[in-house]
């Protein structure tokens, strides 16, 4: 969605691989689920904000162990910029990306 719309991205299979290819290329916005293998979503954030607390981060999830939206709660007090509820539109996504990096 984010290369149809102009942008270069870089996807990754879990955290780590992400933390991996960031330190070899640095990108100004990560976005991560919160729900993932290995290393969830919380964990990620907090590994970024350690070494790298400038980068923006956008955390996406589908729901939550305390209701709907309720682990994008957690993730804002973790550390991510914005946090979207999936499903989300192109426009929604588009709107997220724009607002945390500005062309």
Same mark, same amino acid.
């Given at each position: 969605?984010?290369?149809?719309?102009? *942008?270069?991205? !870089?996807?990754a299979t @879990?955290? @780590? !691989?992400?933390?991996?290819?960031?330190?070899?290329?640095?990108?100004?916005? !990560?976005?991560?689920? +919160?729900?993932?293998? $290995?290393?969830? &979503?919380? /964990?990620? +954030?907090?590994?970024?904000?350690?070494? *790298? $607390? @400038?980068?923006k981060i956008?955390?996406?999830?589908?729901? &939550?162990?305390? &209701?709907?939206? =309720?682990?994008?709660?957690?993730?804002?007090?973790?550390?991510? @910029?914005?946090?979207?509820?999936?499903?989300? =539109?192109?426009? /929604?996504?588009?709107?997220?990306?724009?607002?945390?990096?500005?062309?």
């Amino acid at each position: 969605m984010l290369r149809q719309m102009g *942008h270069e991205a !870089v996807g990754a299979t @879990d955290a @780590d !691989v992400a933390m991996e290819q960031f330190s070899q290329a640095p990108a100004d916005l !990560v976005i991560t689920d +919160i729900v993932m293998p $290995n290393k969830d &979503g919380f /964990e990620t +954030i907090q590994a970024f904000r350690r070494s *790298h $607390n @400038d980068v923006k981060i956008l955390a996406v999830s589908g729901g &939550g162990r305390f &209701g709907q939206g =309720s682990f994008l709660k957690e993730a804002r007090l973790f550390g991510a @910029d914005l946090a979207l509820m999936k499903p989300f =539109s192109q426009r /929604e996504l588009l709107a997220a990306v724009q607002a945390l990096v500005p062309v």
